[in-house]
Structures are given as C-alpha cells and as structure tokens.
C-alpha cells in the first residue's frame, strides 16, 4: 500500500521554505531538521518536487547537502544567481558564502 503524505507535514515543509531569506540557501537535511525530522531529507525533496501544487514557494533556495543543485532543473541556476546567490560551478552552490544561518 502507498503511504500517503498528510497535508499539515506538507504545508510544515512549505512553510519552513518560505522563511529562508532572498540571497540565502538551506539544504533538504537542514529543513528537515527544523521540522523535527532529522533523518527526512528525502522526505523534503519529495514535498518540495510537488510544491507547485500547494502555491508559490522558493524551493529553488534548496539545495543538497554537498551544495548541488536539483538534477534536471536547469532554471534553478539562473533563479539563484538573480538573487545574488553565487555558485561554485554550474551545478553547485558555495554553502560556506550562503547558507542559511539559524540557531538550532
């Protein structure tokens, strides 16, 4: 049986997304982290590839922990460096430069 997605860790995720600066990135551990999630990074990446159902989001401020952006979605690049987000080369991200700083 396929496990379904409950709608309120859904809009959890989102929400967290939406709160990460303009010119900043996380990465799909730190957001599940912040969910209480710890070991969910695959869970956010999941939530995230359907987020254009749920309304406008920034997912494009997530990236992997390595700082590489997502496979196949070639506008992520240009949407990061239009915000001031420098990348290392065309796949990756400098976390060092612009990671999202939060206490945990």
């Not at 987000?85 to 945990?104: A, N, R, S």
């Amino acid at each position: 049986m396929k496990r379904v997605l409950e709608e309120n860790l859904i809009y959890e995720i989102l929400s967290v997304v939406e709160e990460i600066p303009k010119g900043s990135v996380a990465t799909y551990g730190q957001i599940a982290k912040l969910i209480g999630r710890d070991k969910n990074a695959r869970l956010v990446g999941k939530v995230l590839s359907m987020a254009e159902y749920y309304g406008e989001y920034p997912c494009h401020r997530v990236v992997n922990h390595a700082g590489r952006l997502a496979p196949g979605w070639i506008e992520q690049g240009d949407l990061l460096r239009n915000e001031g987000i420098p990348l290392k080369d065309e796949t990756h991200v400098d976390l060092k430069k612009c990671q999202w700083q939060l206490l945990f």
